[in-house]
């Protein structure tokens, strides 16, 4: 307080800390100073001048600088000494402070709560914001720097050296395979006539003795790939697993000069054509129930179309009755 700056033990003590203060903030509103009615260099109603004890501060405790002094107002409840400083009344007294110290410590006040809508701290701030940060000093100026002139180094001239490419190597072309990625569970199979699934069991492809995939063809909506079947069978029926990737029995006998034709089940009927002479095919009966596979012109065994399915030539699949016309291709 302003009151304790007059031979206190308080203010002895502040004395010999002072190198470890980095500022003081003296309260000028206990009614031994009153800046508010009497301003800051006069003392009217107040015992001493707040100029008097800002001085002493200055001088006395921190050897000449002003900037570790921050000045004290009472904003509200301080009516009894007449020293509630308004912020515009505040305004005035650091506007006097600035013409004896340029470069002060600013200004506090309590308390904060009554502060409304920083209605006080505001115009105070806009006041002594130019000064803010002057003990700092103006910021140091920076000379430019002049590099030396770059002499000039003789460059030397360059060789050319030929550069010797080594001959290409012809890197052979790695044969196409029947890739799994492309027609599902492991590709064709050397020596096995058969039909393979598709990824998911969407749909089959053809692969015959040689090894050699054909075109695929996809199941009708609600059909699965059966494996077991060779055909297209309905979705809750099939186990979609990819068969052995080992070599699986022909599905049909070699080749024979004396082969008698097998036996065609009770209503089926005929084969609607003749099994190819070479090669390797499926051929439906003349009914539509179902297909044979032919092999080099022998007729295989026969295999019945799921119920509800017909089976379509031109798909080389069974697909739903409404939609298949059951006539014999030419």
């Given at each position: 307080m302003d009151a304790d700056l007059d031979g206190s033990k308080y203010y002895d003590i502040?004395?010999?800390?002072?190198?470890?203060?980095?500022?003081?903030?003296?309260?000028?509103?206990?009614?031994?100073?009153?800046?508010?009615?009497?301003?800051?260099?006069?003392?009217?109603?107040?015992?001493?001048?707040?100029?008097?004890?800002?001085?002493?501060?200055?001088?006395?405790?921190?050897?000449?600088?002003?900037?570790?002094?921050?000045?004290?107002?009472?904003?509200?409840?301080?009516?009894?000494?007449?020293?509630?400083?308004?912020?515009?009344?505040?305004?005035?007294?650091?506007?006097?402070?600035?013409?004896?110290?340029?470069?002060?410590?600013?200004?506090?006040?309590?308390?904060?709560?009554?502060?409304?809508?920083?209605?006080?701290?505001?115009?105070?701030?806009?006041?002594?914001?130019?000064?803010s940060g002057c003990s700092a000093g103006p910021l140091p100026t920076v000379s430019p720097t002049v590099s030396p002139k770059p002499t000039d180094s003789p460059t030397p001239a360059p060789t050319n050296i030929p550069t010797i490419s080594p001959p290409p190597t012809d890197s052979p072309t790695p044969r196409p395979t029947n890739s799994p990625q492309a027609f599902g569970c492991q590709g064709c199979q050397t020596g096995v006539a058969e039909l393979r699934p598709l990824a998911n069991c969407q749909g089959f492809y053809y692969c015959l003795e040689s090894g050699q995939s054909l075109g695929s063809v996809p199941c009708p909506s609600g059909t699965t790939f059966d494996y077991g079947l060779q055909t297209c069978n309905y979705v809750d029926q099939v186990d979609c697993a990819c068969p052995s990737s080992g070599p699986s029995p022909p599905l049909a006998p070699p080749p024979s000069p004396a082969v008698t034709p097998a036996p065609v089940p009770a209503g089926t009927g005929q084969i609607c054509n003749a099994c190819p002479v070479s090669g390797w095919n499926l051929i439906g009966s003349d009914d539509c129930s179902g297909f044979f596979h032919c092999t080099d012109g022998i007729r295989g065994v026969f295999q019945s179309c799921p119920p509800g399915l017909l089976w379509v030539q031109s798909i080389m699949g069974c697909d739903w009755e409404d939609r298949v016309d059951c006539a014999c291709s030419a």
């Open positions: 502040l004395k010999e800390r002072s190198a470890d203060l980095d500022f003081l903030m003296p309260q000028f509103y206990n009614g031994i100073t009153r800046p508010v009615p009497d301003g800051f260099a006069s003392s009217g109603t107040g015992t001493v001048s707040a100029k008097s004890v800002y001085d002493t501060l200055v001088s006395d405790m921190f050897g000449g600088a002003p900037e570790k002094v921050v000045f004290g107002f009472c904003i509200d409840d301080c009516g009894g000494t007449g020293s509630n400083a308004s912020g515009s009344q505040a305004v005035t007294v650091m506007q006097q402070v600035g013409t004896h110290y340029p470069c002060h410590g600013g200004a506090f006040f309590w308390v904060a709560f009554k502060d409304y809508g920083g209605s006080w701290s505001d115009v105070v701030w806009a006041e002594i914001a130019p000064s």
